[in-house]
Structures are given as C-alpha cells and as structure tokens.
C-alpha cells in the first residue's frame, strides 16, 4: 500500500466508521475523526472543524500517511450542506476551493463507501441512532446520490487511489485489500 493518507467517506449508515477502524488494525495505522464536539450527527459540524482539517492536510506526508481518516470536511460538507439549507456555511467558495486544493495536493487514497441505499437507510432508521435534523428519506437519497457524483469526480481527478466499496458485496474487503495491497 502507498504511503498515502486513508479517508473513508459516504453517506451516513454506510459502513464508514467500521471500515475505518477495520483497515486500521489490518494496516496498524491511528484512526483519526475530529473531537466529537466538532461533529453532530443532528445540527451538522461545529464552525471550527475547517481549522482541524486544514492542520491535519498540513502536517509533514509521513505524519499524515499514518492515518486512516473517518470521513473529510472538504468532501462531506458541500454534500451534506445542501441536505440542510439552513445550516450556516462555515467557509466561503474560496476557502472550500482552497481546501480541495489542500486535499488533491496531498494525493491521498479515498474509499467512497456506497453499498445500496436500503442498507444505508436502514443502518440510519436504527434505534437510538441520530439523524440529522430535517432530514428525510428522501433527503438521504440525494445525499446518495451526490457522493455516487464525488466518487466519480475524485476518480477521474486522482485514478486508482480513489475506490468505491460496499460491504453487502462478496468479497468486498478482500478485494479492496488486493487493490489496496
């Protein structure tokens, strides 16, 4: 596997987290999500989380490469923005502009989890799980749909270090090893 950082991102309820914590164990690298208090799974990303990501794209490549990232500001806000009209924005065009550029310059691998939406929504409607306020099925859907959009953008911008994964499919983490390998 290059010696690149790891994110992992998609929609809620596809299999992100365990996939992260997952290809850690197997790659013996430190899982990295930013504190919980910037994070809200209801109201959407505390105002500083831009600042916590634009460190982390900062550090020195070996730093960063030792990471496996649980989801990307700069890939999951502009999605998840339009799913909450009126959430605040937290950073200008410009700035989201420039912490893409942060983000290609870094080259980093990108898993895109995607396994079907009745899976994904299923995993939301769980008990006890938070959903983001306002937001509904069909909401989730286009949210869906835009990250099957960015996982193409990314693979046309950086090839083969950009990946889609679904675990309903059979041998899904064995050929997501191999291609990592």
Known sequence: MADKAIIIEGPDG???TQLATDLCEEFSREYRR????ALSSTTGPADWLPEWWNGQLALNPSAL???VYDRCFYISDPIYQQAQANRPLLIEGKALARGLANLWTVEPIIVFCL???EVQLANVKQSGRERLDGV????????NNAYWAYSELWFQALGGDVMRYDY???NAWSNLLANLG
């Open 115 to 117: 396994p079907p939406f």
């Open 168 to 170: 309903t499919e059979a």
């Open 136 to 143: 509904d099925d069909k909401d989730l859907e286009k949210i």
């Open 65 to 67: 490469a030792r990471g």
């Open 14 to 16: 596809s299999g992100k």
């Open 34 to 37: 930013p504190p919980a208090e």
